[in-house]
Structure formats: structure tokens, C-alpha cells
């Protein structure tokens, strides 16, 4: 391609957005000399832009003042990773289906697709029963303690280990992967149970998960009872529409 035919850019923007990509592709906070040299830069050249970003809330430091203390990403960085995340075609197409699935089971039901900082909760169809637990937009779930964390962890298990959180054992998530679906009893918040089936994309990998949540004692998470079979088949039919297999 001949660059003298690309579109002009802002270098100064180019320079500094390299800290931000040195921070995104850490996905934590770092010292000023550390994120200087991933981002190609001298300590003194690197802090001017990160005052700037801070002040735009790009970047927020933690710990200290001026140079000391550690760098990562700011407020407004994270509403603009979450605003991407809502608008990922996937939970386009699986935004109608939750609400379904939510008045037909008489359950919350959630879309949690892999943000930075792990199973992220993107959407949200209230059941007809309030459930006494946090299940709102940009709400970060635990791997290894949620039904929904569970399949992220079966299935993106390299990217679910980098976030250094208990993970379960193998066993148990090679029998995630023979039932198709994850269940979790008073684990998070006792008298709360889930259950969340995978949508995968044609590459086979696991791009969101469908996950109900309800009281416990009127909740079923057999593999045969209703939240389970319901949200498998409403997962498999968004993996068809995505290309994926069931």
C-alpha cells in the first residue's frame, strides 16, 4: 500500500496513544518507567501525555502524585470499552432473545460477554421477581464462583488464567464442555442460583454467554429443568445465526 496515500493523522495523537495500548494490553495498573518502555518512550517523554489523559480521564493514577504511584486505565476509558462491548453484533442479535427468555422463565436474565477485566455483564431483562444480587451493565463477574465465569473458563481458559483469579479444576470444566451449559447454587450470594449456556462465533470461539439468575428455591438448575433446556436452545440458535456450532 502506498502511505503517501493514507489518510493524514496527528502524530502527537499516534505517540500517546501508544501508552494507551500499553495499558490495554496489560490490563493493569504500571509504573511510569515500565509503561514508558512498552510504549517505546522515555519516562520524561511519556508523563506529559499521561497528565493530559488523566485530566480527560483516559488514564487515572493510583497510589502516589506527579511521576510516583501507578498508571491504568481511567473512567472514561472503561465507559468507552463498555459502549463498545454494547454495541458488538452479537449482543444486538441476543438482546431481544434475553428479554424473551426472561418473561417466559419468569428469571433475570443477562448477556456477559469477555471484557478487560473478565466476564462482563452487557445487558440485562428483569424478571417479574426481584433478585437481591448486583446484575447491572458494566458489573465484572467472578471466574471460578459464577455460572458464567465457569464457561469462560472452559472455553477461554488461556484468557480467564491471565486474570490470575481460582480457577476449577479441570474436571469440572471438561464436564462444562460435555453439558453445554453452567450452573451455579447459592455460590455468589447464598439464596441466589444461576445458570448460563455458551453462543459461539463460526470460529468456534466462545463470544458471549446467555445466563439467568433467580431465587433458589424457585429456581432449577438440573440440566432437565426449564432455565437450563431454554437457555441451551436459545444459545444454539444464536450460534447458528453467528455461524458457530452449538
Known amino acids: 500500500m502506498d502511505d503517501s496515500k493514507s489518510p493524514r493523522g496527528i502524530q502527537s495523537i499516534e505517540v500517546g496513544g501508544q501508552l494507551l495500548l500499553a495499558l490495554a494490553h496489560h490490563g493493569r495498573p504500571m509504573a511510569l518507567k515500565d509503561l514508558a518502555r512498552e510504549a517505546g518512550m522515555t519516562p520524561a517523554k511519556a508523563h506529559p501525555y499521561l497528565v493530559s489523559f488523566i485530566k480527560l480521564g483516559l ?34 442479535l441476543a438482546t431481544p432473545v434475553i428479554e424473551e427468555l426472561a418473561l417466559r422463565l419468569g428469571h433475570t436474565v443477562a448477556i456477559a460477554v469477555w471484557g478487560t477485566q ?34 469462560f473458563a472452559a472455553w477461554r481458559a488461556a484468557e480467564a488464567a491471565a486474570l490470575r ?27 441466589v442460583s444461576a445458570a448460563a449456556a455458551p453462543v459461539f462465533e463460526a470460529s468456534g470461539r466462545l463470544v458471549l454467554t446467555l445466563t439467568a439468575i433467580g431465587a433458589s428455591p424457585g429456581f432449577d438448575t438440573t440440566l432437565d429443568g426449564a432455565p437450563v433446556q431454554a437457555l441451551r436452545e436459545a444459545a444454539a440458535g444464536l450460534s447458528r445465526r453467528l455461524g458457530g456450532a452449538a
Open 118 to 151: 473478565g466476564p462482563t455483564i452487557v445487558r440485562v431483562a428483569e424478571g417479574p421477581t426481584p433478585v437481591h444480587i448486583s446484575m447491572r451493565h458494566g458489573t465484572v463477574m467472578s471466574v471460578g464462583g459464577t455460572a458464567s465465569g465457569r464457561l
Open 165 to 191: 483469579q481460582p480457577l476449577p479444576a479441570a474436571e469440572s470444566l471438561a464436564e462444562i464442555r460435555a453439558q453445554g451449559c453452567a450452573t451455579s447454587r447459592d455460590s455468589v450470594v447464598a439464596g
Open 59 to 92: 488514564v487515572e493514577q493510583d497510589g502516589g502524585s506527579g511521576r510516583a504511584g501507578l498508571y491504568g486505565l481511567g473512567p472514561l476509558a472503561m465507559q468507552l470499552g463498555l459502549i463498545s462491548l454494547q454495541q458488538y453484533d452479537p449482543v444486538r
